[in-house]
């Protein structure tokens, strides 16, 4: 079965540079969420959306931008990146909108990012 | 908000041996609990989820867990583990689309 997809899955950048992850979801999934897993952390949730629209925001830097597009892929932006933005960001999709029943989320293998 | 506690941090056991690993969690209203399973160098994976029914829940590769309400818990077990088992662990909460995560549980199996 085909799962979520993440591009690239490693980036090494340099303090102060811009950096875009992309990640595609499930097929007929509409719901992408964007995690980030330090060294020896556990996920912290930064950003989600859809259809489209910001569904719901975490611990995401102002110098972080996401959006989705129409064909549910999204694109995590970051930029003025620092050392401390070294980490494995997993991307994760599901189907349907907030509410009952909840769907299960399912996680692609991260973009492993090094900021040197 | 939601809050997810895992209180064993690293876990050594032998091959064979029974595991569980603890899951409390803390939220007023109805949530889905999930357990993950991170090999290493690997991304998450779904080993079970809970969403209502039957409060034992079974998982892929042995795996099970339950849920008792009263206790907040969602522990995870499995009668024998393997080598193959060694991997870091995560507890999630579910509530409003968004996942919250324990801080995890390394299991050591030694052969």
């Known amino acids: 079965a085909a799962g979520v997809i993440q591009s690239p899955r490693h980036l090494i950048k340099e303090k102060r540079e811009t950096a875009t992850l992309k990640c595609y979801p499930i097929p007929r999934h509409d719901t992408v969420y964007w995690y980030q897993q330090g060294p020896g952390q556990d996920p912290q949730f930064l950003i989600s959306?859809?259809?489209?629209?910001?569904?719901d925001k975490g611990s995401i830097p102002d110098r972080f931008s996401a959006q989705q597009f129409s064909d549910y892929h999204s694109e995590l932006n970051m930029s003025s990146l620092e050392l401390g933005d070294s980490a494995l960001y997993f991307c994760?999709?599901?189907?349907?909108?907030?509410?009952?029943?909840?769907?299960?989320?399912?996680f692609g293998p991260g973009t492993r990012l090094l900021v040197l | 908000a939601q809050s997810v506690s895992q209180h064993n941090h690293h876990v050594i056991l032998s091959e064979a041996a029974s595991l569980e690993l603890g899951c409390n969690y803390s939220?007023?209203?109805?949530?889905?609990l999930f357990w993950y399973v991170q090999y290493p160098g690997q991304h998450l994976q779904l080993l079970l989820k809970y969403f209502s029914g039957d409060p034992l829940v079974k998982g892929i590769k042995g795996f099970e867990a339950e849920f008792i309400k009263s206790k907040f818990s969602f522990n995870l077990r499995k009668p024998s583990v393997q080598w193959s088992d060694t991997a870091e662990y995560f507890c999630a909460v579910n509530a409003h689309q968004k996942v919250t995560f324990g801080t995890g549980t390394k299991l050591q199996v030694i052969p």
């Open positions: 939220y007023g209203g109805t949530v889905n």
């Open positions: 994760a999709s599901s189907l349907g909108p907030a509410g009952e029943p909840q769907e299960t989320q399912y």
């Open positions: 959306f859809y259809e489209k629209m910001q569904s």
